[in-house]
Structures are given as structure tokens and as C-alpha cells.
T-cell receptor, first 110, second 115 residues
Framework: SQKIEQNSEALNIQEGKTATLTCNYT??????LQWYRQDPGRGPVFLLL?????KEKRKERLKVTFDTTLKQSLFHITASQPADSATYLC?????????FGAGTILRVKS | EAEVAQSPRYKITEKSQAVAFWCDPI?????LYWYRQILGQGPELLVQ????????DSQLPKDRFSAERLKGVDSTLKIQPAELGDSAMYLC?????????????FGSGTQLSVL
């Protein structure tokens, strides 16, 4: 069966450190993958999109990698800040729609 | 910055009652989506519109849920009758094209509680 797996436990890190979130998938062959941020009680907000022929994408303090052999994407936030605390969702392109993972809660402590 | 508008923000209803949610996408966005998000899970697509046409409603429980986008602009999602298991966040999203290479813009959602 098809699965998208993100870190099931919350990730707690210290301010200033790099946060690394994982998205693994099985039985999908996505042409691209997206990452979204979601704050409590709010809708997701788009962060980054990476295509299957791209290994890495950067935007300010954010970096995403996409390994189609490992069927994995890593999402990095460098120099993390308490304001980065949120749930981060990965989403795969499947057919003509996006399929979301359950998300990983990130808590950055000052 | 343009936003996706949703109302109401919160809705409390009793089981067997009818509820309706409204969404106004970003102006000019042809594609509109309704997602359901249960606490602790990711959003699950219920229905996707391209203009006024339904593109995908394979996960919509059609015995109780209905969705329309009559003029290809705003949209309404209805549940009748509501069941306890329908308690969730209902999210509307839009994009200028379909999801194949476009980011989605989400509204703030409607939090539904069925008692």
C-alpha cells in the first residue's frame, strides 16, 4: 500500500541549531514534492517545491533534498528560532493531486 | 496579499443536523480543493474542482457530503446528516492551475465539532 511517513514524534531542538525533518514514502513515484508549514488552528502555508530531477532546493534558512532512490526528502531549517515552531507537512504529487503526510511537530526552545 | 476566505471559522452542531461551509478562493484561481484534516493527521482531499467541474471526488462520502461550485468561483461543502466522526477541520485551498506543478493556497479552515 502507499504510505507517506514523517517523524511521528515531535522534534525538540535548541534555538540556533539546525532542524532536520524526514519524509519517507513507499509505492509512489512523485514527479515533485512540496513542504508546508501549519500553525495550530490555521491552514497550511507553502514553503518549498522540489522536482524529481532536482537534488536540492534552498530558500533563505530552508533547504530541501529529494532522493528518489531512497524515496526520501529531508527538510532542514538552519539557525532555528522559536518562531519556527510549527507542524511541517510534506506532500507528494500523485496523479493530479497532492497527498499529504501527517506532519512533524517542531519545537524550538530558546 | 490575496487570501482564501472561509466561513464560518467554527461550527458546532448535533449529529443528524445539516451543516454547510463556504469558500471564496483567490481571484482568478481556476482550481479549488476541499480537504478534511483530523487532529494529528495530514489533510485528506475530499473534492477538487477545475472551474465549475468536479475533477476528483473519489474520497467524498457521497451519501452525506455534497460540494458545488456553480459559477466557477466560490464553493459550498455540505454535510447532511452530520455524524460524530465528521468532527474535523475542513480546509479549502486554491491554485491557479491544477496541482501538478502549483503550490496550494489554503484558507484558515472551518473547525467542525459534532456533538
Amino acid at each position: 500500500s502507499q504510505k507517506i511517513e514523517q517523524n511521528s514524534e515531535a522534534l525538540n531542538i535548541q534555538e540556533g541549531k539546525t532542524a532536520t525533518l524526514t519524509c519517507n514514502y513507499t509505492n509512489y513515484s512523485p514527479a515533485y514534492l512540496q513542504w508546508y508549514r501549519q500553525d495550530p488552528g490555521r491552514g497550511p502555508v507553502f514553503l518549498l517545491l522540489i522536482r524529481e530531477n532536482e537534488k536540492e532546493k534552498r530558500k533563505e534558512r530552508l533547504k530541501v533534498t529529494f532522493d528518489t532512490t531512497l524515496k526520501q526528502s529531508l527538510f532542514h531549517i538552519t539557525a532555528s528560532q522559536p518562531a519556527d515552531s510549527a507542524t511541517y507537512l510534506c506532500a507528494l504529487h500523485y496523479g493530479n493531486k497532492l497527498v499529504f503526510g501527517a506532519g512533524t511537530i517542531l519545537r524550538v526552545k530558546s | 496579499e490575496a487570501e482564501v476566505a472561509q466561513s464560518p471559522r467554527y461550527k458546532i452542531t448535533e449529529k443528524s443536523q445539516a451543516v454547510a461551509f463556504w469558500c471564496d478562493p483567490i481571484s482568478g484561481h481556476a482550481t479549488l480543493y476541499w480537504y478534511r484534516q483530523i487532529l494529528g493527521q495530514g489533510p485528506e482531499l475530499l473534492v477538487q474542482f477545475q472551474d465549475e467541474s468536479v475533477v476528483d471526488d473519489s474520497q467524498l462520502p457521497k451519501d452525506r457530503f455534497s460540494a458545488e461550485r456553480l459559477k466557477g468561483v466560490d464553493s459550498t461543502l455540505k454535510i447532511q446528516p452530520a455524524e460524530l466522526g465528521d468532527s474535523a477541520m475542513y480546509l479549502c485551498a486554491s491554485s491557479s492551475t491544477d496541482a501538478t506543478n502549483e503550490k496550494l493556497f489554503f484558507g484558515s479552515g472551518t473547525q467542525l465539532s459534532v456533538l
